[in-house]
């Protein structure tokens, strides 16, 4: 079992910054795919980013790729999305989630069985 908890969330202004970390228990971390998704008012969830353990790779959505990073500290047990440029479309809240391995299709929902609570996460224009 692995629980997932959020934070770093918050009000931020238009091409402003956040981090967001997820930390995690379970002694198993490092050999999970870490991903990011958020889900805006009215809206689908939505994949963000995902970093995968076997081959120390990151994805990322067309509408962040270039402004967000993933990483993960696999000796603190704990994941990281960095958000720079930040839009007002950023506007969600956004989860962390987990899955053991294999993974397959990683930008889906279904593919992660552990998940956080969110935090939210709002920009300003």
């Known amino acids: 079992q692995v629980q997932l908890v959020e934070s770093g969330g918050g009000l931020v202004q238009a091409g402003g910054s956040l981090r967001l970390s997820c930390a995690a228990s379970?002694?198993?971390?490092?050999?999970?795919?870490m991903g990011w998704f958020r889900q805006a008012p009215g809206k689908e969830r939505e994949f963000v980013a995902a970093?995968?353990?076997?081959?120390?790779?990151?994805y990322y959505a067309d509408s962040v790729k270039g402004r967000f990073t993933i990483s993960r500290d696999n000796a603190k047990n704990t994941a990281y999305l960095q958000m720079n440029s930040l839009k007002p479309e950023d506007t969600a809240v956004y989860y962390c989630?987990?899955?053991?391995?294999?993974?397959?299709?990683?930008?889906?929902?279904?593919?992660?069985?552990?998940w956080g609570q969110g935090t939210q996460v709002t920009v300003s224009s």
């Open positions: 970093s995968t353990w076997s081959t120390g790779s990151t």
């Open positions: 379970g002694r198993t971390f490092s050999s999970y795919t």
């Open positions: 989630a987990a899955r053991s391995p294999p993974i397959y299709n990683y930008w889906t929902r279904d593919a992660y069985n552990y």
